[in-house]
């Protein structure tokens, strides 16, 4: 039986044109052979023996017997098996003659090779390393500055006055007469242009009458004057939004087209499974207390009829955000003490005697402390603040920011660090404009200057000085943009975007305190 079977092999090595035979074992354990046919490449049939026609028809009338079907595919795979075997033992000679092939050095552009994160690992481990000298000469030359009664000095003169707190207190009326504004023009009380004047009389007062009151309150400090500010700023882009959307309500309303309805934006829940169900509101319906004190909270600039929600409050993210807000914060305190405060001190000297190669050498020193506590705040804020509030709302659009850290010009820059405002300047400003015809170039400069005021509006008025350092900053970005995008692109332009930012926020910084210093005490020493 071995030696047909070696035999049936040998046969079947023999090429195409030699006779195939199928060994069968029957019950009895007896081998029957049955001829096949040689393969002509004209296809003619070669003569058979009657009895081996006889079990080829015998096969064929029983089709449900696979066994001879199984041999054969069997018989196919053993006469594969030598070939591939064959086949890779040249592949094997071939690999040895030849270890060369046509490719590119994989720090070569050319290359297409992307994948750096070990580098990435080492410049990590080298900024922590350089950075942790330079915390460990700090702290032999200066000694421990983290003072956290200090801190509450910063928002407080007196601890029985909180003139900050009041001020954002009261900031209730104007959102409140926006509300109240809107129902009556919904119900059509007062007329358009009334309703119009009413706005912009309620907008102007959220900027003018907490200016005012910063300026001219003695109790506020500079750290209070900022933060409320910053409250009554993000409270005017929202208005506006508030004021914009009802209008474009209004208008489709009138024109009787279908009606805007949201799911989210005042939320009427009902627990089902652990998943919140939400009531559909239309516009009037949507001027309610409840409705403008969620868009108030909400972490957005952009008022709507139908804000994503999401299904539920996952408790484990929001502690993980609440702890990542307390370490951070507690974090930039601490920086901000022990290095940034003696660097700027030391750095007033060399101003004031115009000395500048030690301004350029105070300039860089600040510029690595400055920049690592401006990452940091990013984080702190838009990514730890914000996912916080938006996960305790279940305010379902979470995308904050996108990957400005890879821009390769100033412009995709601003575009994608501050998501909130973009999107504001988009739909508010930038977008209306161009629709009345005004070209992209004006517009973009436009948004740019209102960017500018805002900048100098929530410093210099804290400041209680007028410089235009933070207004020339940003108006410098028009320019710097358009260089950027002219002649450099690629890893050039992602490095003149880094450079922007880690040497222009130090200079105004240094240029701020200084005229501050100078204003209050007389003195930069």
Partial sequence: MIESAEMSEIAEMKGPLTRRRRTTITGSGTVKQAKGSKCHDAGENSPQSPGAQTKTDDVSRHPSDGKPDREMRGSGQQTHSPIRKHMSVVEDFNQRLSCHVLQESLLSSASGYSNYRGILNWCVVMLVLSNARLFLENIIKYGILVDPIQVLSLFLKDPYSWPAACLIIGSNVFILAALYTERRLAVGTISQRTGVILHIFNLTSILIFPAATVHTVTSMTPVGGILSLGVYTVLFLKLYSYQDTNKWCREIRQ???????????????????????????????????????????????????????????????????????????????????????PTIQNSMKPFQEMDFSRMVERLLKLAVPNHLIWLIFFYWFFHSCLNFVAELLQFGDREFYKDWWNSETVTYFWS????????????????????????????????????????????????????????????????????????????????????????????AVLMYVHDYYVIHYGTTT
């Avoid at 009829?305 to 408790?315: D, E, G, K, Q, T």
């Fill in 255 to 341: 024109m009787k087209a279908k009606r805007l309805t949201r799911s989210n934006s005042c939320p009427s829940v009902a627990q089902s499974n652990g998943s919140a169900v939400h009531s559909h509101v239309s516009y009037p319906g949507n001027l309610t207390h409840r409705d403008m004190y969620y868009f108030v909270c909400a972490p957005t600039l952009c008022y709507q009829l139908n804000f994503p929600r999401s299904r539920r409050i996952r408790i484990r993210f929001l502690l993980r955000r609440l702890f990542e807000m307390l370490f951070f914060i507690q974090l930039l305190v601490g920086l901000i003490q022990q290095w940034m405060v």
């Fill in 416 to 507: 994608n660090w501050n998501i909130p405002v973009h999107k504001w300047c988009l739909r508010h400003f930038y977008k209306p404009m161009l629709r009345k015809g005004v070209n992209k170039f004006l517009a973009q400069t436009a948004v740019f200057l209102m960017s500018a005021f805002f900048h100098e509006y929530l410093v210099s008025v804290p400041l209680k000085m007028f410089r235009p350092w933070a207004f020339m900053g940003m108006m410098v970005q028009v320019p710097l943009a358009w260089f950027v995008s002219r002649f450099l692109d690629g890893n050039y332009g992602n490095a003149a975007v880094w450079i922007s930012l880690i040497i222009g926020q130090p200079v």
